[in-house]
């Protein structure tokens, strides 16, 4: 099992672009979550989803979308992306809704 | 509303020495979850322990142990005999019992940094 993977590693995007943060997870796991990782603030939830077809935000959704066509995949995308959404991007799965949560190796992003 | 405070934002202690790391939470529900993960300086995140709210059984794993005080909401993580390769920023985190989900809030976060 490869565990959960995130694509790309590193990403700089100049503002108002837009990108797709990928996510796969093939351990067939039914939640999946995305966090950011801001300096001095943890990591907070931005959305989740607890099976295929099935998503819902967190804590800090705004300028974020997602969808859960299959079990594996959990992209996140940046519609238009803004400077505040600078930080590392973590994805997270488990079997289902109550489990451990593990996660990617995170995505680190720089809007400029 | 849930809350994780981990008060402790860096400590640095010697190799060898013993080393707690404060975590102290709020939550409303009595089914709740708590998990301590680790995050070298590769970035990675490590899962260390979940405990759920109605196991108040300390545990210990090698150097590691943890205390679980539900009177005082206290979710505390110890190092015996740190060394080096302990040194890393340490999150604990709390997750209530919704129907389907198992959202995490974390803390901010403890930065132990190990000297030889």
């Known amino acids: 099992n490869a565990g959960v993977t995130q694509t790309p590693k590193f990403q700089v995007l100049k503002t108002g672009q837009s990108m797709t943060l990928q996510c796969a997870q093939d351990m067939n796991h039914e939640y999946m979550s995305w966090y950011r990782q801001d300096p001095g603030m943890g990591l907070r939830l931005i959305h989740y989803?607890?099976?295929?077809?099935?998503?819902d935000q967190g804590e800090v959704p705004n300028g974020y979308n997602v969808s859960r066509s299959t079990t594996e995949d959990f992209p996140l995308r940046l519609l238009s992306a803004a400077p505040s959404q600078t930080s590392v991007y973590f994805c997270?799965?488990?079997?289902?809704?109550?489990?451990?949560?593990?996660f990617g190796p995170g995505t680190r992003l720089l809007v400029l | 509303a849930q809350k994780v405070t981990q008060a402790q934002t860096e400590i640095s202690v010697v190799e060898k020495e013993d080393v707690t790391l404060d975590c102290v939470y709020e939550t409303r529900d009595t089914t709740y979850y708590l998990f301590w993960y680790k995050q070298p300086p590769s970035g990675e995140l490590v899962f260390l322990i979940r405990r759920n709210s109605f196991d108040e059984q300390n545990e210990i794993s090698g150097r590691y142990s943890w205390n679980f005080q539900k009177s005082t909401s206290s979710f505390n993580f110890t190092i015996t005999a740190s060394q080096v390769v302990d040194s890393a920023v340490y999150f604990c985190a709390l997750s209530e019992a919704q129907a389907g989900a198992n959202n995490l809030f974390f803390g901010t976060g403890t930065r132990l940094t190990v000297i030889p």
């Open positions: 997270a799965s488990s079997p289902t809704g109550v489990e451990t949560q593990y």
């Open positions: 989803s607890v099976g295929a077809g099935i998503t």
